[in-house]
C-alpha cells in the first residue's frame, strides 16, 4: 500500500508539474460531480482530477500515465448509464470540463467544430444560431458533452432521421494513449483515403484514445414540425403506422418512440398526469412529423379509417406539445416513488418485438409480481428501454433481485437475437453480459485493437472488455 501511495504521489507531483497545481485536485478539494455519474453507484474519489484545458494538455497527461503505467478514466459530463465515467480506486480522473466551447460553424461545408467538453445542448444552440440542426439529441443534453456522445456513439430521439452520432461525426482529434495526438479535422461527406480510423474511437467509451475535439456535420432545420400521440392496438399495427409515415411523410417523420400500457398507467398514476384517452390501449407511440397540421391530420385520419389507429390526439400549440412529451419524459421523473430501480436499454429486432415484450411481461408477473415493469423506448430504432422496480419509495429491492431481474431480461435479449446494449454503451456493468451480443471471436478483434492501441491498458481499465 505504501509503494502505491508513494507511486500516487510521484504522479501527482508530475501532473501538476505538466499542468500547473490548480489543474491537478486531490483528496476533497475534488468535486462530487467527479466522484460519480448517472449509474447510481456509490461515489468514489479518485487519486487525483486532472483538468486539462487544451489537446496538449491531454496529451501531457497521458504521456505521464502511459510512462507510469497510472490507469486514467475519462469523464465527459457524467451522464453515462453504464458506469464507464465512474472513477476506481487508484485512478487518475481526466474530465474534459475545461477543454469546452465552440470553435467553429462553417456555413458553406454544413460543419460545426466543437471541443469534446463541449455541453450538447451548446453544440444545438451554436447550430441553431447558424441556421442549422445538430443531429443528435438526448434528455441529458443540458449536462452531457459532445465528446461523451461521441464516446458512447449515442442515441436519443432523432435516430430514426439522422441516425447516431457516428453517422454525424466527419471528423475526430484523438489522444492516444501514450500521449501521440492523431487528428483529421475533415469536414467532407466523402473522404475514402484508407481505413476511416474515426470510426473506430467512436463508440469505444474511452479504452482506445481521449477524444479532444470532433467536426459534425449539420443538418438544414426542418420546416413546421407536428407531434401527435398515437394509440395502436399491438406491436404489429406500430409498425404498419410506422411503414406508412415513412412512405407518406419520407425523410419528414423524425420521431416515433412506443410507450407499453404500464409505462401510460405509470405516468398517470404515479407521476400524477392525467388519461391521454378515455380507454386505456396496448401501446401509445409519440411522433413528429415536419408537415403541416392539415397533412397531418388527413393521414392520421385515413390510417384511423383503415384501423391501423385505433386513436390520435394532435397538439395544437407548443405546449400541447409539451404535454404530450410529458408522458414520454415522466420516467426521469420515478425517482419521486422509487428509490432503487433497474433500467434497461436492450434492442430486439422489429419483428421480435411484441413477442420479446410479451416475454418480459410473463417473467415479471411470475417471479416479481409486487414490482413496477415498464417498456418503452426509440420502438423504429428497434430499441427498448425497461424500468423495473419497487412501487413505494420504502419497499426493497435487493441485489439479489436486480442481479436475478438482469440475468431474466438478457436471456429474453438473447432468445431473440438482440443486443444488451442498444445506445448507453458496455461501461462497468454490462461487461459480463457483452457475451450475449458478440461471438468469441468477435471479442477477440477488439481485444487485438484495444492491445494494439493501449498496450498497458491504462484507458479506462475495466470497461468494455
Ligand atoms: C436523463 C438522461 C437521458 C439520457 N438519454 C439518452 C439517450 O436518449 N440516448 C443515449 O444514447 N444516452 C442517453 N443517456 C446516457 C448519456 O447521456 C449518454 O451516454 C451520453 O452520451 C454521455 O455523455 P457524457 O458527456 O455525460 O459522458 P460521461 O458519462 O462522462 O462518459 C461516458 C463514457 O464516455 C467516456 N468519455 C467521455 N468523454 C470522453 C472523451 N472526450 N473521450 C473519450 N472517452 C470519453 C467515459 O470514460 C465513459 O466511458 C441519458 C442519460 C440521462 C441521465
Known amino acids: 500500500l505504501t509503494d502505491k501511495v508513494i507511486s500516487e504521489d510521484r504522479v501527482v507531483a508530475r501532473l501538476k508539474e505538466a499542468l500547473g497545481a490548480g ?247 404515479r407521476i400524477g398526469l392525467s388519461m391521454p384517452f378515455t380507454e386505456e390501449h396496448e401501446l401509445l407511440v409519440l411522433t413528429e412529423v415536419s408537415a403541416s397540421a392539415e397533412r397531418t391530420s388527413d393521414v392520421l385520419g385515413a390510417l384511423m379509417e383503415e384501423g391501423i389507429v385505433v386513436d390520435a390526439l394532435l397538439a395544437r400549440s407548443g405546449t400541447d406539445s409539451q404535454r404530450l412529451w410529458a408522458y414520454r419524459e415522466s420516467v426521469y421523473d420515478y425517482g419521486r416513488f422509487q428509490t432503487t430501480f433497474q433500467g434497461f436499454d436492450i434492442s430486439i429486432p422489429r419483428g421480435s418485438i411484441g413477442a420479446a415484450v410479451d416475454d418480459l411481461r410473463i417473467m415479471a408477473r411470475e417471479r416479481w409480481p409486487d414490482f413496477l415493469h415498464v417498456v418503452f423506448g426509440h420502438i423504429a430504432d428497434s430499441n427498448l428501454h425497461i424500468m423495473t422496480g419497487p412501487t413505494h419509495l420504502d419497499q426493497p429491492m435487493t441485489a439479489a433481485d436486480k442481479a436475478l431481474i438482469e440475468e431474466g431480461v438478457y436471456e429474453v435479449v438473447r432468445r431473440h437475437a438482440g443486443s444488451v446494449s442498444a445506445e448507453h454503451g458496455i461501461g462497468r456493468t454490462k461487461r459480463r453480459w457483452l457475451g450475449h451480443s458478440r461471438s468469441p471471436e468477435e471479442l477477440a478483434l477488439m481485444r487485438t485493437l484495444k492491445t494494439a492501441l493501449d498496450p498497458k491498458n491504462i484507458l479506462n481499465p475495466g470497461r468494455v472488455l
Open 23 to 269: 489543474a491537478v485536485l486531490t483528496g476533497a478539494e475534488i468535486p462530487e460531480r467527479n466522484c460519480a455519474d448517472e449509474t447510481r453507484l456509490s461515489p468514489s474519489r479518485p487519486a487525483a482530477l486532472a483538468l486539462p484545458r487544451t489537446t496538449d494538455d491531454v496529451s501531457a497527461v497521458l504521456r505521464i500515465c502511459h510512462e507510469t503505467g497510472q490507469p486514467v478514466v475519462t469523464q465527459g459530463g457524467m451522464t453515462g448509464l453504464a458506469a464507464g465515467a465512474h472513477p476506481l480506486d487508484g485512478e487518475v480522473a481526466l474530465s474534459l470540463e475545461k477543454l469546452a466551447g465552440v470553435e467553429e460553424v462553417d456555413p458553406i461545408a454544413g460543419t460545426l467544430t466543437a471541443r469534446a467538453g463541449t455541453p450538447l445542448a451548446a453544440v444545438q444552440a451554436a447550430a441553431e444560431e447558424a441556421g442549422f440542426l445538430c443531429g443528435i439529441d438526448l434528455g441529458a443534453r443540458g449536462s452531457c458533452t459532445i465528446g461523451g456522445n461521441v464516446a458512447t456513439n449515442a442515441g436519443g430521439h432523432q435516430v430514426l432521421r439522422y441516425g447516431m452520432t457516428r453517422k454525424n461525426v466527419l471528423g475526430l482529434e484523438v489522444v492516444q494513449a501514450d500521449g501521440t495526438v492523431v487528428s483529421s479535422m475533415n469536414k467532407m461527406l466523402k473522404n475514402n483515403t484508407g481505413y476511416d480510423w474515426t470510426q473506430l474511437f467512436i463508440g469505444s467509451e474511452g479504452t482506445l484514445g481521449i477524444v479532444t475535439r470532433v467536426v459534425l456535420g449539420l443538418h438544414p432545420k426542418p420546416g413546421h414540425v407536428e407531434t401527435a400521440l398515437v394509440a395502436v392496438r399491438d406491436v404489429s399495427a406500430a409498425m404498419a403506422l410506422l411503414n406508412r409515415l415513412e412512405t407518406e411523410f419520407g425523410g419528414g417523420l423524425l420521431v416515433f418512440e412506443g410507450m407499453w400500457r404500464e409505462f401510460v398507467a405509470a405516468a398517470v398514476e
